[in-house]
């Protein structure tokens, strides 16, 4: 006897294809099963036309089926399908967390969500945002601290499959070229994603060690999510191995550190210090700063930077409890 279809799984399917179904051209049966299918939603062919013939008896959806497949969109002034109580500041929102989290967010949870963003974008084009509120998207805007960069070009089908087996706790595949440009095939158990200014970095570890490394995700050639899961270690934290100094090239060893800097430069350091317990001590023309930090490599680029508007710099070794 068939399994009878769980009527939640049926109304998520529906909405999705209520979503993705276009007001000013027609898709194809054949194109949405695939938009679904890489969504995440595993439906054979006849399942999604069935679907659709029932949609479209009970939405303004209009149906070409002169040839097949046949073809689908919203008629002419059709309200389609909204969230009911998106307001204009909600519509803000969803549009700006599009903007800041599309690389941070999993492909299939951001393939999902492309009919709300899509709404919320409608929403502030439309009279139910003021002027002030289409306005904040042109108000707001994140600037880098360093000279800026284009970002590395991942290869989009290898962070899609990076994304899915990260979600979904699933080995992964890798074709990977390093910096020195040396080429390895590897299974990884994939821990965490980063975004490094322009960059993007993969948390793993490789099958049969214990460590984690990172991997540049534009190094990544191509990617394949394993059907086989592992359980996700509970001794690493993402959170810790950033505190760790990890993405800075370093190792987790804190130190207390200690230099002098010149008023000009080094202001910037008293407004944003380098840590909690950081101690400024102000002399003639110059400050003199402690702090315990991480010491790695990136900390040595930073202190360079000051170039001879620094000096005395000490570093003490900090026990660890």
């Not at 679904?36 to 209009?62: H, Y």
Request: glycine share 6%; charged share 25%.
């Amino acid at each position: 006897m068939p399994k009878r279809p769980d009527p939640l799984d049926t109304l998520q399917l529906s909405i999705e294809l209520l979503h993705r179904i276009p007001r000013r051209r027609s898709i194809s049966t054949t194109e949405l099963h695939q938009q679904l299918k890489n969504a995440g939603f595993e439906r054979q062919p006849r399942t999604i036309q069935r679907m659709l013939e029932t949609l479209s008896e009970v939405f303004n959806i209009e149906r070409d089926d002169s040839a097949k497949p046949y073809r689908y969109c919203w008629k002419e002034n059709a309200k389609g399908i909204s969230l009911g109580a998106l307001s204009a500041q909600e519509s803000l929102l969803l549009t700006l967390a599009e903007q800041q989290l599309s690389s941070l967010l999993p492909v299939k949870l951001m393939k999902s969500m492309q009919g709300f963003f899509a709404q919320a974008r409608g929403q502030l084009n439309e009279k139910g945002a003021t002027l002030r509120e289409r306005q904040w998207l042109d108000k707001v805007r994140v600037v880098s601290t360093s000279q800026p960069l284009l970002p590395p070009k991942v290869d989009p089908g290898a962070f899609e499959q990076v994304s899915n087996a990260l979600y979904a706790n699933q080995w992964l595949d890798v074709d990977y070229k390093n910096a020195a440009g040396k080429r390895a095939t590897s299974r990884v158990m994939p821990l965490g994603l980063a975004q490094q200014g322009p960059r993007m970095y993969l948390v793993c570890r490789f099958e049969g060690y214990e460590n984690e490394r990172c991997l540049a995700l534009h190094r990544i050639i191509s990617a394949q999510a394993s059907t086989l899961t592992f359980e996700r270690p509970k001794e690493f934290n993402l959170k810790k191995f950033d505190e760790d100094g990890r993405f800075g090239y370093g190792d987790g060893n804190k130190i207390r550190l200690s230099f002098r800097i010149e008023k000009g430069a080094g202001l910037h350091v008293v407004e944003c210090p380098l840590s909690a317990d950081q101690k400024v001590v102000e002399l003639d023309g110059t400050y003199e700063i402690s702090a315990t930090v991480v010491d790695s490599d990136m900390l040595d680029w930073w202190l360079r930077g000051f170039g001879d508007a620094t000096w005395g710099v000490k570093r003490e070794a900090v026990k660890k409890l």
